[in-house]
């Protein structure tokens, strides 16, 4: 399986959007917790919004009020999930690659470290 996600797009805020509809279909193929998603549609990032109450650490809700301010905090909050599903999603993809093929080479694994030593 070759899933190939295109650079992400950032946004005025200079943060990025998660791929949608890759995301999308990765969920198809991967399911949650081993069972297929039903309705993967509704995890689209755009569109209508809904709202929905949240409870958040007041220091969290303070921090974010101070970087973004309070008219982008629904943005802020939503790229961040938007983030957190993806590498989600990508852990399961990593998970099921392992799976099917076994862990990485360490020889591999030490090649890609010396070509991106920042990487963490």
């Not at 982008?72 to 099917?100: C, H, K, M, N, P």
């Amino acid at each position: 399986m070759t899933i190939t996600l295109p650079e992400p797009v950032p946004t005025e805020a200079g943060h990025h959007t998660a791929h949608a509809p890759e995301l999308l279909e990765l969920a198809r193929r991967l399911g949650s917790q081993g069972a297929p998603l039903r309705n993967a549609e509704s995890l689209r990032f755009t569109g209508r919004a809904r709202k929905v109450s949240v409870s958040m650490p007041e220091q969290l809700t303070e921090a974010v009020q101070q970087r973004v301010g309070r008219g982008a905090f629904s943005q802020y909050v939503t790229e961040a999930v938007a983030r957190q599903l993806e590498l989600d999603l990508l852990g399961e993809l990593a998970a099921l690659l392992e799976e099917e093929h076994g862990p990485v080479d360490e020889a591999l694994l030490a090649e890609a470290e010396a070509a991106w030593p920042d990487a963490q």
